[in-house]
């Protein structure tokens, strides 16, 4: 399966799609977000994805703050987990601003809407694709309003069980989503390292197969999962990031701060290079050491004109460039036609059958 986000093509022998998710980072200023932007683009990100939401419209007014949000932004009852929100949401003006410096950058704007009006306000900007969030991956009716638009969905799938994945996949497929990326990811934030399971990735694509692709939403703090989620074989890789992780906000401290998103940039393109084609073939960057250090069939000692070749009469010895190993039964039983001296190098004219 291949499909476009934007100018991008996603699926089979293509790059990984990195996402360089911006998120609410922003601390809800314009300024800030378009120095996130400019970071995302100078590290080689396909894309930078923000979060579109309406405070009231996504949480209760008395809704308790989650325990990393108690870790990272305080107990203080003067600021409830809905005025936190607030100062994070991205008004309609800041949407156009960002994807207009987005679009003078070349670099694919993208954003998680976490209702519905965020999500036609999105749809009215000309959005390539919609990312849902793992809070809304069973919210069937903000799935089936997304869906109707006709775009690439990439679904989350953290603080889930595999039924509800299956039951979500499911409710996508019977709704009209046919692109679909499917990612692993773990609700911790930071995660640890044993909690990435990312053999998920595998049992995914045995459950789904050809009907979707597959990606991994990464919350863990290290650098051996870009390597190895892109071993797996993903499309796409998503990872927060930020400007500094000292700054006020949720999210900073599972961040990479801009040397290590580019650092995680370049690993996965480096893994993708190593990763290289499924044939076994001989490289050209190895024709000459093949010549070299390979093996020849060769005399093991002197043979007469006339002499029935058997095995104790031939070794193998470097170089590579005369008949090969693999072949001495083909040379074994026929007669020398001239005599051989010890250690020459074996050839077809040299001798035939009797």
């Known amino acids: 399966m291949i499909f476009k986000i934007e100018n991008k093509l996603i699926g089979k022998d293509q790059p990984i799609f990195f996402i360089a998710e911006a998120g609410v980072n922003h601390n809800g200023s314009l300024d800030k977000a378009k120095k996130l932007v400019d970071v ?30 108690i870790e990272t932004t305080g107990e203080d009852v003067k600021q409830s987990w809905t005025e936190l929100l607030k100062t994070q949401e991205m008004s309609k003006k800041m949407h156009e601003n960002l994807i207009e410096y987005c679009k003078n950058k070349k670099i694919i704007f993208l954003s998680t809407p976490y209702e519905e009006k965020s999500a036609d306000l999105l749809d009215s900007f000309g959005m390539p694709a919609f990312k849902i969030a793992s809070t809304d991956n069973n919210n069937n009716k903000l799935l089936k309003h997304v ?16 039924e509800e994945v299956v039951e979500s996949m499911n409710f996508l497929f019977k709704v009209g989503a046919t692109e679909i990326v499917l990612m692993q990811c773990t609700g911790s934030y930071p995660s640890d390292l044993r909690d990435s399971n990312l053999n998920v990735i595998k049992k995914y694509k045995e459950i789904f197969k050809d009907k979707c692709l597959f990606g991994y939403s990464d919350h863990t703090e290290n650098f051996i999962n870009p390597i190895a989620a892109s071993a797996i074989g993903i499309s796409m890789y998503e990872k927060h990031f930020t400007l500094d992780k000292k700054l006020e906000g949720p999210d900073h401290r599972m961040s990479l701060n801009p040397d290590e998103l580019q650092k995680t940039i370049k690993i996965i393109k480096q ?17 000459e050491n093949r010549k070299k250090l390979k093996k020849s069939l060769v005399a093991k000692e002197n043979i007469s004109k006339g002499t029935k070749l058997t095995y104790d009469l031939i070794t193998s010895k470097r170089p590579g460039t005369g008949i090969s190993p693999s072949d001495i039964e083909k040379v074994v039983g026929q007669v020398s036609v001239v005599d051989i001296k010890k250690n020459t190098l074996l050839k077809k004219d040299m001798f035939n059958h009797e």
């Open 271 to 287: 893994t993708e290079t190593s990763l290289g084609v499924f044939k076994k073939q001989v490289l050209s960057c190895e024709i």
């Open 40 to 69: 995302a683009k100078e590290c080689g990100a396909d894309a930078v994805k923000f979060q579109s939401f309406i405070t009231d419209e996504i949480i209760l007014p008395n809704a308790p703050k989650s325990k990393y949000h």
């Open 147 to 162: 869906a109707a638009k006709g775009k690439p969905i990439i679904l989350s799938t953290a603080m889930s069980s595999e």
